[in-house]
T-cell receptor, first 113, second 113 residues
Framework: DAKTTQPPSMDCAEGRAANLPCNHS???????VYWYRQIHSQGPQYIIH???NNETNEMASLIITEDRKSSTLILPHATLRDTAVYYC??????????????FGKGTKLSVKP | DARVTQTPRDKVTEMGQEVTMRCQPI?????VFWYRQTMMQGLELLAY????????DSGMPKDRFSAEMPDATLATLKIQPSEPRDSAVYFC???????????FGSGTRLTVV
């Protein structure tokens, strides 16, 4: 699975959009981009995933560049409860489900009042 | 919401003792993971089961760790003998074909003294 690169930390003002970048320049054609987050002392939580097209759900939006070498997770109106470590992971699709997830160090997002 | 249940939540044990951690995946899920998290190493994949068969346990120290799924409702991770360097939070996660996004449990915090 391709390696991803994320900034170690970011700050965001409460109520503003949080844009978290991820570089996955070696991603292959059958690898999806997944985002998880981990709030302090809890298990990781799935947020969203995508292959080529931009995706949106109730939690976030995922923007993937046309060359698929990078992506951005957008939390449209960040709240204090969004303070967490955000992980960007690339993984192959296995018949409609994810393969194993290899977590990097992620981005620690701090949402400030 | 369906949950992945891990027991115990916390475990303190003496070096050399056997430790067994249990995980109840979400009913109907056919994929189970075990991860270990420490400050130094982050989230490390230990083992990966699909339809109760081990697919990948390359991340697990084989001499002291063992992972099994005696049935579809129970996954176990055993350490024998335990060592202080095994102190970590151990997470279990489950998922299902056609349903992207794995669900993680709350973890077992293991302290070996």
């Amino acid at each position: 699975d391709a390696k991803t690169t994320q900034p170690p930390s970011m700050d965001c003002a409460e109520g503003r959009a949080a844009n978290l970048p991820c570089n996955h320049s070696t991603i292959s054609g059958n690898e999806y981009v997944y985002w998880y987050r981990q709030i302090h002392s809890q298990g990781p939580q799935y947020i969203i995933h995508g292959l080529k097209n931009n995706e949106t759900n109730e939690m976030a939006s995922l923007i993937i560049t046309e060359d698929r070498k990078s992506s951005t997770l957008i939390l449209p109106h960040a709240t204090l409860r969004d303070t967490a470590v955000y992980y960007c992971i690339s993984s192959r699709d296995y018949g409609g489900s994810q393969g194993n997830l290899i977590f990097g160090k992620g981005t620690k997002l701090s949402v400030k009042p | 919401d369906a949950r992945v249940t891990q027991t115990p939540r916390d475990k303190v044990t003496e070096m050399g003792q056997e430790v067994t951690m249990r995980c109840q995946p979400i009913l109907g899920h056919n994929t189970v993971f075990w991860y270990r998290q420490t400050m130094m190493q982050g989230l490390e994949l230990l083992a990966y089961f699909r339809n109760r068969a081990p697919l990948d346990d390359s991340g697990m120290p084989k001499d002291r760790f063992s992972a099994e799924m005696p049935d579809a409702t129970l996954a176990t991770l055993k350490i024998q003998p335990s060592e202080p360097r095994d102190s970590a939070v151990y997470f279990c996660a489950s998922g299902n074909d056609g349903n992207y996004g794995y669900t993680f449990g709350s973890g077992t915090r293991l302290t070996v003294v």
